[in-house]
C-alpha cells in the first residue's frame, strides 16, 4: 500500500482519540450545564466556563495537529471528515468531534477494526492511564464546582472564588496539599475525601504506566540482542564478545521473568495464608 494513502494505516490512535472523545464530551456536557437554569453560584460557573475553556483550547490544538500531520493530508480531510475535525474544535460545536470519530469509523475496513482492537489490547496501560485522566478532570472540575456550593456561604470560609476553588482541587488532586484553601463544612470535606482517592489512583496507575514502558523498552532491547548472530570467523574476538554480551542479556531477561514469576506466587501464597 502507498504510505502517503491515509487508509493504509490508521487514521487515529485508539487509546488517545478515546480521550479525545471523551474530553470533548466532557465539554458539551458543560455547554448544557451552563444553559440549564441550575442555581449555581457565579463562581460555580466560573469554574465550569474555565475548565470548558481548557479543553476547547486543547481541542483546537489537536485538531489542527491532526489535519496537518496526515500524509495523506486532502484525502483525509474530505474522506475521513477532517474538515470536521477543525470545526469541532470551536466553542459550541464539539459535538461535531464525536460525529467525525463515528463516521471515520464507519469508512475503516474490517482488517482496520482488528487493529483498532489489537491496538488497544496491546497499548492497555495507555488506555488505562488516559481514561483515568478523563475521569480525572471530571471530578476536578465537578469538586471545585460542588467545593464552591458548599463553602460560599460558610462562616470561615476560604474557598469562596473560582481560583480558589481550582487552586484548592489541583493541589488535592496532585495530593500535594498546601493547606493554604481547605474545606470547613461537612459537604466540602467528602467532596475533598473523593477527589483526594483520585489523585492517589491516577498517580499510582501513571507510576505503573511509566514503570510498564521502561520495562517494555528494556524488554524490547533484551529481545533485539538476543537475535542470531551470523559469525564468518569464530576466532575473532570481537565476534565472540558480542555472542557473549547477548548471551548474558538471555540469562538477565530469564533471570528477570523468572524472579516476577516466584514474586507473583509468593504474594498469592501471602494472600491465602492471610
Do not use: C
Not at 5 to 12: A, G
Not at 78 to 90: A, D, P, R
Not at 132 to 159: D, H, K, M, P, R
Amino acid at each position: 500500500m502507498k504510505e502517503d494513502n491515509p487508509s493504509s494505516r490508521l487514521p487515529f490512535n485508539p487509546s488517545y482519540e478515546m480521550f479525545v472523545l471523551a474530553l470533548a464530551f466532557i465539554s458539551v456536557i458543560n455547554e448544557i450545564l451552563l444553559l440549564l437554569p441550575l442555581n449555581l453560584p457565579p463562581e460555580a460557573r466560573q469554574v465550569v466556563l474555565g475548565i470548558s475553556a481548557l479543553i476547547s483550547l486543547f481541542l483546537i490544538v489537536d485538531g489542527f495537529y491532526k489535519v496537518f500531520r496526515q500524509r495523506g493530508r486532502r484525502r483525509y480531510f474530505f474522506e475521513y471528515y477532517g474538515w470536521m475535525t477543525i470545526l469541532g474544535s470551536i466553542p459550541g460545536l464539539h459535538f461535531l468531534r464525536l460525529i467525525q470519530f463515528w463516521l471515520a469509523v464507519r469508512k475503516l475496513g474490517d482488517d482496520e477494526r482488528r487493529r483498532v482492537k489489537t491496538i488497544a489490547e496491546n497499548n492497555r496501560a495507555q488506555s488505562i492511564l488516559l481514561l483515568l485522566t478523563a475521569v480525572a478532570i471530571v471530578v476536578f472540575e465537578f469538586s471545585a464546582a460542588f467545593v464552591l456550593e458548599a463553602e460560599f456561604q460558610a462562616a470561615g470560609a476560604n474557598i469562596v472564588t473560582a481560583e480558589d476553588a481550582l487552586w484548592w482541587a489541583y493541589v488535592t488532586v496532585m495530593t500535594v496539599g498546601y493547606g493554604d484553601k481547605y474545606p470547613v463544612t461537612s459537604g466540602g470535606r467528602i467532596v475533598g475525601t473523593l477527589l483526594m482517592a483520585v489523585g492517589i489512583s491516577l498517580i499510582s496507575v501513571f507510576t505503573s504506566f511509566v514503570t510498564n514502558w521502561f520495562r517494555t523498552s528494556r524488554h524490547r532491547r533484551l529481545q533485539a540482542s538476543t537475535e542470531p548472530v551470523a559469525v564468518t570467523d569464530t576466532d575473532d574476538p570481537r565476534a565472540r564478545l558480542l555472542v557473549i554480551q547477548r548471551l548474558l542479556d538471555q540469562q538477565e531477561l530469564a533471570y528477570q521473568e523468572a524472579t516476577t514469576e516466584l514474586r507473583n506466587q509468593l504474594g498469592e501464597i501471602e494472600e491465602l495464608l492471610s
